[in-house]
T-cell receptor, first 115, second 109 residues
Framework: SAVISQKPSRDICQRGTSLTIQCQVDSQVTMMFWYRQQPGQSLTLIATANQGSEATYESGFVIDKFPISRPNLTFSTLTVSNMSPEDSSIYLC????????????FGEGSRLTVL | KQEVTQIPAALSVPEGENLVLNCSFTDSAIYNLQWFRQDPGKGLTSLLLIQSSQREQTSGRLNASLDKSSGRSTLYIAASQPGDSATYLCAVIGNQFYFGTGTSLTVIP
């Protein structure tokens, strides 16, 4: 397995502000992903964080709203920009430790509440 | 597009009971299937991974089966305990990962 540390674990934010979530992995991984889980729902993939290049966003998610950095193979950040109450969710960092192995590991999640 | 369904959405059982959680998927062209546990407000903990060539995997009191042809997987929990109370999600791995909506399990002491 992989040890994935996410912070903050939770935060309460004001409408219109931005928050950056950090994800640190204990070993180098090729594939890192960011998911969103809205209240009572399943996981939705926001983007794949690519090391050294722009993230690959899923339909419905854009870089201006969810900028992602991945400076190396163990670290990534997700920023939720210009937040509204609809952005209140759990944001999850995930890794596929061996590319193509088809097994995901998750961080503890960051629970954001936007007032 | 792959659709993953988990029934029931919620389940409540007395402690000590054996139980089965269900996961159905529409496209049988999958690589793997993974079961997770999620505690309230937390991330996902991997429980079992079943590769497409396998029919089942076991870990302690957990046993997961996979029937690709029928598009079904089950997670069997033996001798349930209050600490098993959580939401259980399955994820089907094809060209990407597809998650079910989960089954919320409550084990009553």
């Amino acid at each position: 397995s992989a040890v994935i540390s996410q912070k903050p674990s939770r935060d309460i934010c004001q409408r219109g502000t931005s928050l950056t979530i950090q994800c640190q992995v204990d070993s180098q991984v090729t594939m890192m992903f960011w998911y969103r889980q809205q209240p009572g729902q399943s996981l939705t993939l926001i983007a794949t964080a690519n090391q050294g290049s722009e993230a690959t966003y899923e339909s419905g998610f854009v870089i201006d709203k969810f900028p992602i950095s991945r400076p190396n193979l163990t670290f990534s950040t997700l920023t939720v920009s210009n937040m509204s109450p609809e952005d209140s969710s759990i944001y999850l960092c995930s890794v596929e430790r061996t590319s193509g192995a088809g097994e995901l590991f998750f961080g503890e999640g960051s629970r954001l509440t936007v007032l | 597009k792959q659709e993953v369904t988990q029934i029931p959405a919620a389940l409540s059982v007395p402690e000590g009971e054996n139980l089965v959680l269900n996961c159905s998927f529409t496209d049988s062209a999958i690589y793997n299937l993974q079961w997770f546990r999620q505690d309230p407000g937390k991330g996902l903990t991997s429980l079992l991974l079943i590769q497409s060539s396998q029919r089942e995997q076991t870990s302690g009191r957990l046993n997961a089966s996979l029937d690709k042809s029928s598009g079904r997987s089950t997670l069997y929990i033996a001798a349930s305990q209050p600490g098993d109370s959580a939401t259980y999600l399955c994820a089907v791995i094809g060209n990407q990962f597809y998650f079910g909506t989960g089954t919320s399990l409550t084990v009553i002491p």
